[in-house]
């Protein structure tokens, strides 16, 4: 019942239910772990794990661990991801589940030199933790070492790239501005490794070349995708466009979105295509977008931001901090 509520996204309901049962097990509680982890509860996570601690009838195992690891990397929360990881080390539940999590949390908490020692400590490395520290070198502008380390793993054959290797690698490119690497690693997928390029790798060399304003090859990828175009692609064309002030290539992009999803457009496509004509000082269409958006009833959103202060997460909008 509890993992039901969880599934339907009813969490109100599934704490209900989890508070009347009277002996809770490890697997009760891995379940509501994983249930605020779907529901992007994060900071419930926390409070759990607290609370699991405390109870001396609960042993627990590498599942909760990850779990909780997981939350942290999602609220950069550095301080209670290190309490984890002694906590680990204390009670023997260094798995490669656990040194992966570790690897991805650091990542996300801006400690890339703790990633790397996590890494390079653990005896055992799947596929999974070459993939995290290969994701969390790029996350943090670090592309040549994740492109030197997908090397390593190649000649060593032991490990295969699966497509998220290719999603870490090409995201590596892409923040590192390494155009022709990037290039070469997307026709090598299918090429050498049999894997065929999904819409997630055409959105990352949408967004490579895009950064690199390389708009018009950008377009050419995008017009030869054998998928229905999505809204993270063509938005990551539309923003590049705007970025550049490429009205050119942008007015094609708008083509596109319109011509695709017209029906269906969000409110960010809405607002690049109305910021493209303003950045390039085509006031009249801009205008016309914004009384589009008006008459949808679609409002711009405020930008939000997540620090840790003092050991505690902060939530930021643009005017003033929240919570």
């Not at 390593?152 to 290719?166: G, H, N």
């Not at 018009?216 to 970025?243: H, N, R, W, Y």
Request: aromatic share 6%.
């Amino acid at each position: 019942m509890i993992l039901a509520c969880i599934l339907t996204g009813h969490m109100g309901e599934a704490e209900r239910l989890f508070n009347q049962v009277p002996n809770k097990n490890i697997v009760t509680w891995n379940t509501m772990v994983s249930g605020y982890l779907r529901n992007e509860l994060y900071s419930k996570v926390l409070e759990l794990f607290i609370l699991m601690k405390a109870d001396e009838n609960v042993k627990l195992d590498h599942i909760t661990v990850s779990g909780v690891l997981a939350a942290c990397a999602h609220l950069a929360s550095l301080e209670a991801g290190r309490a984890i990881h002694i906590y680990a080390l204390e009670h023997h539940l260094m798995r490669l589940e656990v040194t992966t999590s570790l690897i991805d949390m650091y990542a996300k908490c801006g400690s890339i030199g703790h990633s790397l020692q996590v890494f390079y400590k653990s005896q055992a490395k799947d596929i999974f933790c070459w993939n995290a520290i290969m994701s969390g070198l790029a996350l943090n502008g670090h592309g040549r070492a994740a492109l030197k380390l997908f090397d390593t793993m190649r000649r060593a054959k032991s490990l295969s790239p699966d497509d998220i290797t290719f999603i870490a690698v090409l995201t590596a490119c892409s923040h590192s501005g390494l155009v022709e690497e990037g290039c070469a690693l997307f026709s090598s997928m299918k090429e050498d490794h049999g894997i065929p390029p999904k819409s997630e790798h055409y959105g990352c060399m949408v967004d490579l070349l895009g950064r690199a304003n390389l708009l018009s090859q950008a377009l050419d990828l995008v017009e030869s995708m054998p998928f229905k175009l999505g809204e993270t692609i063509l938005g990551a064309l539309l923003s590049a466009c705007v970025t550049h002030q490429n009205i050119e290539v942008g007015q094609k992009v708008v083509r596109l979105v319109i011509e695709k999803r017209e029906q269906d457009m969000n409110d960010g496509e809405y607002m690049m295509v109305s910021n493209l004509y303003a950045a390039c000082g085509e006031w009249g269409e801009a205008a016309k977008w914004r009384k589009k958006m008006n008459e949808e009833g679609i409002v711009k959103a405020a930008g939000c931001s997540v620090i840790e202060l003092n050991g505690k997460s902060h939530r930021f909008l643009a005017g003033g901090l929240t919570a």
